[in-house]
Each structure stands twice: as C-alpha cells, then as structure tokens.
C-alpha cells in the first residue's frame, strides 16, 4: 500500500502570511505539518527508520484554502485532520486483524480455560490503559469470569492538577513494590488468568503486576505497543519490561509516543490510537473467548442493555448476571 504527505496549513498560519507578505516565503524553523503514512499509517519522519517497508506518497499542495463546508482544499484533492486520523486508526485496525489473530486466539484459550474452570480473569492497567480493563467489565455485552482490577491511586481523573490530579498517579506507576501490595488484597486461585495493559509497556507497576501473578502460577496476557516497548529502555530495576514477563504479548499496533497525526504549528503529534486498538483487541478477546466456552459447553451470562423501559426480560437476565458475577467472586476474598 502507497503512503501520502498531506500539508495542512492551518487558517491561523494563512492570516498570519496575509499579515506579513514580506514574511510569506521565508521557511519557518520548525516546518511540522505533514501527516507520514507509510504502508497507510501516519508517523513522524525520526520514525520511519522503525518500520521495515516505509512507502510514501509525496504529493503536496501550494496551501489549501477553505471551501464552504469548512474542508481544507489543496491542489491534490480535500485534505483534513479528521479524515487524516480516521484513515490513519482504519489502517491500525487492518493491520492489527492481519498480524494480532494468533496471539489473541492464544489468549481467549486462556480465558475460556480460566472462566471454564470457574476461574477469574484479572485485567490491570493503570493510567488511560485503565479504560481497556472497563471496556471488558462492566459494559453491555460482558459476561462474568472477568474482573477489573481497577486501583483508583493509579488512575487518570478528570483533575489535571490539585486533588486527585495527574501528578500522583504519574509518580506512583514508578514506584517498586506497589504493585505487589495492590495484588496481595486478593486471593488468587490456580484457574485464574491474568491481562496486563499497557501501551509503553515498561513503568515498573505495571511489570511488577506482571511479575507478581507469574509467581502466584497465573498465565499472564499483556497487551502493548512492541515498537514503544522494545524501543523503550527499561524502566524496572530488573531491566525487564512487559514484554519480557508475558506468557502471550498482543501487539496494539501504535507507534511510539501513541500520536499518529502531526499539525503545522503543532511541536507534539496529536491522534492518540491507543484506546481504538486496545477497545478493539479487548472485544475480539471477549468475542473468542464467548465462542470458546460455548465450544466446551460452558454458556456465558450476559450483561443485557437494560435501556428498554417496560422490558422485564432485560432486567430478568440483569438479575441472573448480578448472580453469576457475585457467584464467579466467591473465592476472591477468601
């Protein structure tokens, strides 16, 4: 597949030129604005050594204009962000479905043994990883047998700063020895599994986490970003990263730093990707794994959409997964 470089100069960049005619053709010091889409996905130029076959397109406009739906048009056609990340997540998708089938498989086979042998399956991911561990429990379409190990010290909140803001949990994800004293508020047990989230893969939390129910004999799934992990130095005292601790390592397909778009005028990439893959990578395991246990004929309880006034029969079979939730956690806190 053939890549193109999409120029966008912003309507701020092109007042600015209106203002400043002498200035017009003078390059700036930083020129930032291209969206890279080698084999179909946008990627900063410093990345391009990262991937095996880079294919660009090189078309590039003299400066697109604004037309009457708001679009950007250019000499080589309609160019816009929005269609710029969308086409960039689409192509993430594609790549994921062609290379990620085998080790997610693998991981529903953990799962579906696991939740067959009335055991748990515990997903952990601290920070915007955490979203993922939600996507699979509690959500419509969920079933029991999985268990959102969610730390609330560990998560992103809507503060940035003050009371529960970011600092804290951007200090406690490197701190040695916590993630053990989350795991030992639980007692496991030998038909457990577990998935650990985290596009970076390295911050010492989250190995740890890996590391800690390796010990206790639980099968470990870690879902990452492989080029951020294996480009990542190590983060743990043990030179170890997630990727090392991993019974099977599902691959989020991001790039580096997560960001797939760049901006003219912007110094960081912007279209994080991360939450498309990773909520896409946790419902094809839900899916799997639901096809599996109906294979050993093990039927999963559902969580229904209970948003149906007057329908009892929602609310009869939310009534029978409340019960095999609480039935699935009988041995959680033994």
Not at 131 to 154: D, I, K, N, S, Y
Not at 176 to 196: M, N, Q, S, T, W
Not at 225 to 246: F, I
């Amino acid at each position: 597949m053939e890549g193109r470089t999409v120029r966008i100069r912003t309507g701020a960049a092109r007042r600015r030129a209106a203002d400043h005619p002498d200035r017009a053709g003078r390059p700036r010091p930083r020129q930032r604005h291209a969206c890279r889409t080698p084999a179909g996905v946008p990627i900063q130029r410093h990345l391009r050594q990262d991937l095996e076959q880079p294919r660009h397109f090189r078309g590039h406009s003299a400066g697109p204009e604004r037309i009457g739906d708001g679009r950007l048009q250019s000499g080589s056609g309609l160019v816009a962000a929005a269609e710029s990340y969308f086409d960039a997540t689409m192509a993430l998708l594609t790549q994921l479905r062609a290379t990620q089938m085998d080790p997610i498989r693998r991981a529903a086979e953990i799962c579906a043994r696991s939740i067959a042998a009335k055991g748990l399956v515990f997903l952990f991911g601290n920070g915007h990883s955490r979203m993922m561990c939600e996507e699979m429990t509690p959500r419509q379409g969920c079933f029991a047998g999985f268990f959102a190990l969610v730390e609330l010290a560990l998560s992103n909140h809507a503060n940035i700063v003050g009371a529960n803001g970011l600092r804290a949990p951007l200090h406690l994800e490197k701190v040695e020895g916590y993630a053990e004293e989350i795991l030992k508020g639980f007692h496991f047990g030998r038909d457990d599994a577990f998935i650990v989230i985290s596009t970076s893969g390295i911050r010492p939390v989250i190995v740890e986490m890996a590391m800690g129910a390796r010990r206790r004999g639980l099968p470990v799934i870690a879902i990452l970003s492989r080029r951020h992990c294996e480009q990542s130095p190590a983060a743990h005292s043990s030179g170890k990263k997630l990727v090392d601790v991993a019974d099977v390592v599902i691959d989020n397909q991001c790039p580096p730093g997560d960001c797939v778009l760049e901006l003219d005028g912007l110094e960081w990439r912007t279209g994080p990707v991360s939450t498309v893959t990773g909520a896409m990578i946790i419902n094809m395991l839900r899916c799997e794994t639901a096809e599996l246990l109906l294979a050993r004929g093990v039927t999963p309880v559902l969580l229904p959409s209970h948003q149906f006034i007057g329908d009892t029969s929602a609310e009869q079979q939310l009534e029978r997964f409340y019960e095999a939730y609480r039935r699935s956690l009988a041995h959680l806190y033994e």
